[in-house]
């Protein structure tokens, strides 16, 4: 990945648009569909490619927010464990957005205080 760094860590806009789009257990969803919406609404290198996001979504799969049902070389498929709910992190600014049972803890990589 390049210097770029965007208003809005990449992980939180991961999160807000499995919130926003995918909020629900028996939905299917992937990594693939996340990233296009990341580069068409999304603050984003617009010289990213799926590869460079590879490891985020490695990573919501470590928290418990979801897990890899499936995968086709670069495409993950995905589903929620539980629900998506709304918080805000007052010490980083940030809405939050975490499964039910996850751990109430700031999912940006530069915060990580409790919620």
């Not at 490619?49 to 490891?55: K, M, V, Y």
């Not at 992190?89 to 975490?98: E, I, P, R, T």
Request: with cysteine; hydrophobic share 35%.
């Amino acid at each position: 990945m390049s210097d770029f760094i965007p208003s809005t860590p990449i992980e939180l806009q991961i999160r807000k648009i499995i919130f926003e789009k995918f909020n629900d257990v028996d939905t299917k969803f992937t990594n693939d569909d996340i990233f296009e919406i990341l580069k068409s609404q999304g603050d984003v290198n617009p010289s990213w490619i799926i590869d460079d996001t590879e490891s985020l979504f490695n990573d919501l799969c470590d928290s418990g927010l979801v897990r890899n049902i499936a995968q086709n070389f670069t495409t993950i498929f995905l589903k929620l464990f539980d629900p998506v709910e709304k918080f805000h992190c007052n010490s980083c600014n940030h809405d939050v957005y975490l499964g039910t049972s996850e751990e109430r803890v700031c999912p940006n990589t530069s915060c990580k205080s409790s919620i």
